[in-house]
């Protein structure tokens, strides 16, 4: 199994319900996210996927939560905007992205601190 990985990052504020305290204030992360890309199988040229596709498509998903309230956004459902429920949005609307044969979506980690991430891993 080969896995790609692409990093990003983008600006937003959120507010979380239900959760601690100081956390349901209003306030904002300058988040890191690392989108991993798996497949069996390289293609003709050597390579699982071309990583310029990859971040063209990460970054067309980051474009829209840069610089946003993401509580504002329709992106989540009835969740919060926490950084789980963002991790899971970008494995989810990425991998609907890709359409390499063999080549999917293994997981998308969201980090909000140096310190604190959440990574979804797609079934």
Known sequence: MYELKVVSRFAA???LRMVAEKCE????????VEAYIAGKELNKAGVLMDFGEI???LREIIES??????????LFGDGNPSSENIARYIAEVLNAKITTP???VSRVGVWESDDSCATYTMP
């Open 25 to 32: 204030n209003l306030h904002g992360h300058n988040w890191r």
């Open 102 to 104: 063999g080549v999917r």
């Open 65 to 74: 939560l840069d610089h946003k309230y993401l509580n504002e956004l329709n």
């Open 55 to 57: 971040k063209v498509h």
């Open 13 to 15: 504020a959120h507010q």
